[in-house]
Every structure is written in structure tokens, then in C-alpha cells.
């Protein structure tokens, strides 16, 4: 069964189809302008929408447009009285599914009907997918929407359900991670273990023995049999963090059991096979590590089938009031504070700033100013000394960014769609038709909303 919604301006269309396609078990209903329609689907879920191409006020191509950025799967089939070729090829690089020509066939409209169905089914799938994809991004505090960020998040989502091996790469404190384990997370191997092992936080004597476990007997100290890590991941995902660090007697066997998937333990002799999936991450230059005969050229071609490079938090300052609200609410939650929000001119130097730490200095710095903080509250004198200094000339061009609101931590639904709402309105200089296509809402939906919460 169908829910179709058909729209035009001319009554006898709107009948005749509504006639014509309603005789079975779909549902149809009718919107005599582009407006009505988007009140419709604003509050009902339609699978179909059968929209004409010329109407006074929001014409069907503005009207497929907004359908569009909703992203719910609706399939739009255009409809036209004139053969107009222009309008249909626009039509179709907006995304309509059909262009009719009108006076069109009860066979025509049915059999549309019948396939735009099909395509239904595959596109409520697909948004489905996308936003236990977005679900899986939210859980793993993967922050960000910057367009620094965004080519991040594409790579992620593309290679995670694949085997290849990933290599990691970023300054220090940009989150790789996070990144390793959402590859993981959205990978077939996600019920499977998650092994992590950083190189860097052991010496070269004891590597070894935790990638390869090792026998009873093997060294001095070795009291019984423990596996290494490659045995502990297998079916699942090794993370080596700080590959870079590995010393290059380890290198050779480290690249066998990728090539492989075999190895054994030191001081045995049985050879043990794997299943694992290698996430590498480094913040080094490999490249000229290799140069430097510090890192096997090999071993760096099998390791950097994928790169995922990590932006630095200057690179992504659209992504501060982001990051800034979750650790906000993060902190406070821990330390049971009542700090609820962060004053514009704290959130501009957070902004105005260089990161030497990228993230993780960030999270840092907003921990302190949770737990030292006086009011509810942060405002520039909970900040760290260097950044309670006036701001340099020209900081005053780097106002909040337009594209993100920060909000007190508890704040209810309503003040949040009062909030965006008004911020909304003020970019579009009060124009309320412009400020409603910015939200992707009727302009009725927003004239109801704007008398709700008096806004003028």
C-alpha cells in the first residue's frame, strides 16, 4: 500500500488523480500549492509525491529541492502540461524519479506508482542505513561536521565494511582512535574483538613478546604461556597505535603475519594462524621514515592500503562549538557541576586558538573550566592563562560560526527549536519564506512556530 500525495494547482488534476490511483489499497491525498504540500509532509509520512512543475509561490522544483534535503526516502515524480526539456533534465539532476507529460494515461500513472514503490523500498533502506551509520558516528564521539572533517567521516563509512588495512594518520591528539574503533564499530567484525596496543608506551625488549605471546620458559620471567595480541584479535581488528615506533627487528614479523596471517610465539615452535584486520596509526612521516632506513619499505606499502588523514583542530574550527558543547556536558555530568553553557566571548577565543594539542587539549582545557568555574556559566576567567589575553586584531572576523549553535547543556526541546528558529530568522534578515527553507519546513509549520514561542 502506497501513501501518495499529488500537487497541483489545477483542481481536475488533482481529482482526476486522485480518482485514478486511489481505486486499490494506496492511500492518496491531495495539496493544491507547493506550500500546503510541505505542510503535509511535515506532519505525515508520504511514500510518493506526484508534484506539477509550474505553481504560483514554491514550484514543484523548489518543492523537489526541500523534499530532497529531508532525506527521507519520499520518491517525486514531476508532472508537466507543457514538453518542456529544460524542466525535465533540471528535474532529474534534482532527483525526481519520473517527468510526466500531461494528458497522461491511467496505465502511466499506475504503472509509475508500481515502479516509484520498488525504488521506495530501496531508498527507506538506504536512509535507515545512513542514520545507523550517523547512530554509530553519535556513539563513538565521533564529533564533527566541518569541511575539513566531512571527507573524514566518507572514508570511514566507505572502507569500514571492507578487509582492507588502514593506515591512521595526524597530529597527535586529532583522534585516530576514535577513528580505528569506529572502523571497527561499522565493520562486519564489530561483535569480535577491539585489541589496541600502543608501540611507543613499551620498549623494544617487551614488543615483541605482547604482539606474539610467548611460551613458558621463553625469557626470564616468563612463568607460563600468554598470548600476544595478534591472538587475542583474531576474527577481529588490531589497532597499533604509533606504528612508526616499531623497532625494524620486529618489523619483518610483523609483516608476515600480515602478508600470512601466520606467526609464532617466541621461544615456540608451533605456527599459529589469524584472522585480523590491521588499523595502523602513526603521527610520523613515514614516507621519510622509510628514506631513512628507519622503516621497512615494504612493510609501509602493505600497511598503507587505505590513508584516513586526520585534519589538526586549526583546520577545523567550524567544529569547536560542537566539540566544546559535548565535553561541556561530558565534564559536568562527571563532576556533578551545574555548568550549563559557555559565554560568546570564552567560545571565540576557544576559536581564535592555535590547538598545538588538537582535541585532546581542548578536552583538557574544557575539564579544568568545569571544575573551576564559579556560575553556570564559563566565561574567559576560567579559562587557561594564555587564553584570557585580548583578543589579536582581526579575531572580531571570527564570530560564531553560523552553522552550529551552542546551547545550554539541559536545555528542553522547545528552547532548542526556539533557539535555531530565531538564529535562523536573523540570518535570513527576517525573511521567514527563506528562513523556512533554511529548516527544511513549511511556511506555515514556521508562522505556527514563531506564534508559539512569540517570535517576531
Known sequence: ???????????????????????????????????????????????????????????????????????????????????????????????????????????????????????????????????????????SNVIGSSPAWR???????????????????????????????????????????????????????????ELFGYEKGAFTGALQRKPGRFELADGGTFFLDEIGELPLGAQAKFLRVLQEGTFERLGGTQTLSVDVRLVAATNKDLEQEVIDHRFRRDLYYRINVINIALPPLRERRDDIPLLVTHFLRKFAAQNQKEVMAIEQDALQRLQAYHWPGNVRELENMMERAVILAQAATIRVADLPPQLRNPLPVGVTALPLTSEHVVLPAKATMAEIERTVIAQ???????????????????????????KEYELQ
Open 1 to 139: 500500500m502506497a501513501h501518495i500525495l499529488v500537487v497541483d494547482d489545477e483542481r481536475h488534476t488533482r481529482n482526476a488523480l486522485q480518482s485514478i490511483l486511489g481505486r486499490g489499497e494506496d492511500v492518496v491525498e491531495t495539496a493544491a500549492s507547493g506550500e500546503e504540500a510541505l505542510v503535509k509532509l511535515s506532519t505525515q509520512d508520504m511514500d510518493i509525491v506526484f508534484s506539477d512543475v509550474k505553481m504560483p509561490g514554491i514550484d514543484g522544483l523548489t518543492l523537489l529541492r526541500q523534499i530532497k534535503a529531508r532525506d527521507t526516502g519520499v520518491v517525486v515524480v514531476m508532472m508537466s502540461a507543457h514538453n518542456d526539456v529544460t524542466a525535465a533534465v533540471d528535474a532529474m539532476k534534482e532527483g525526481a524519479f519520473d517527468y510526466l507529460i500531461k494528458p497522461f494515461g491511467k496505465e502511466d500513472a499506475v504503472m509509475t506508482v508500481q515502479k516509484a514503490m520498488k525504488l521506495r523500498t530501496v531508498l527507506v533502506e538506504n536512509v535507515a542505513l545512513k542514520r545507523q551509520v550517523q547512530d554509530y558516528f553519535s556513539r
Open 151 to 209: 571527507p573524514v567521516c566518507e572514508t570511514v563509512e566507505q572502507v569500514a565494511p571492507s578487509r582492507a588495512t588502514v593506515l591512521v594518520t595526524g597530529e597527535s591528539g586529532t583522534g585516530k582512535e576514535l577513528i580505528a574503533n569506529l572502523v571497527h564499530r561499522l565493520s562486519p567484525r564489530a561483535n569480535r574483538p577491539f585489541v589496541t596496543l600502543n608501540a611507543a608506551a613499551l620498549p623494544d625488549s617487551l614488543l615483541e613478546a
Open 424 to 450: 535562523a530568522l536573523g540570518r535570513c534578515a527576517g525573511n521567514r519564506q527563506a528562513a523556512a527553507r533554511e529548516l527544511n519546513i513549511g511556511v506555515a509549520t514556521l508562522y505556527r512556530k514563531l
